[in-house]
């Protein structure tokens, strides 16, 4: 009865501000919601599975597969490279499979020119000091490299207006509420499908 192209639902936010989380909590609300595993060149964080989390290369291969023209997108992030295979997209795409990606603001503009009817979400914590706090209490990163990525959050923030949406990370439950209901709401927009009644005699594009 209903057909629909999938929908690309990109997720950026300066690291710190709970991206990966609220990611990972939305998948688990939402069904049918796929997940694009980017590649990267930076070795895996404790915990983090080759294949589920990041497809692990090296820069040689990275470089092979950009040459080629196989990422949709790619940029270079806090000094390692980061790339979406188009070829994922192309398929979720065309068999009408969402997609959830975790990309930085470079790749999401790249994603917007190429792909103009994509969800675009930026998720940022309620302050600079607030993010802050985030990143020191990770305890994964030298002083220099936090004071590096915040600098790098203040570049990010400023390009919030390019985005369709906008979730400010105060509290982890709300955050996810809000983001499943992009993703909801999205799904049920009527550009994104084609209704199909065979037994009413309205078009599917409604009366003219």
Request: include cysteine; charged fraction near 30%; glycine fraction near 6%.
């Amino acid at each position: 009865m209903i057909r629909r192209r999938g929908t690309l639902f990109v997720v950026s936010a300066p690291s710190g501000a709970g991206k990966t989380t609220l990611c990972r909590e939305v998948r688990l609300r939402v069904p049918d919601l796929g997940y694009s595993v980017s590649y990267t060149t930076r070795a895996p964080r404790p915990g983090e599975v080759d294949g589920v989390d990041f497809h692990f290369v090296s820069e040689a291969e990275f470089a092979a597969l950009r040459d080629r023209g196989e990422f949709a997108e790619w940029a270079v992030v806090h000094g390692h490279l980061y790339g979406t295979r188009a070829r994922t997209l192309e398929a979720a795409l065309v068999e009408g499979r969402d997609l959830l990606l975790d990309i930085d603001t470079q790749g999401a503009a790249q994603l917007r020119r190429r792909y103009p009817e994509a969800v675009l979400i930026f998720i940022v914590a309620p302050s600079l000091a607030e993010l802050e706090q985030r990143l020191r209490e990770r305890r994964s990163d030298a002083a220099a490299e936090i004071a590096r990525r915040l600098a790098r959050a203040r570049e990010e923030i400023a390009l919030w207006r390019q985005y369709d949406y906008l979730v400010v990370n105060r509290d982890v439950k709300e955050a996810v509420d809000q983001l499943t209901a992009i993703v909801v709401a999205e799904r049920l927009r009527t550009s994104r499908v084609t209704l199909a009644l065979p037994d009413l005699d309205v078009p599917a594009e409604g009366r003219s």
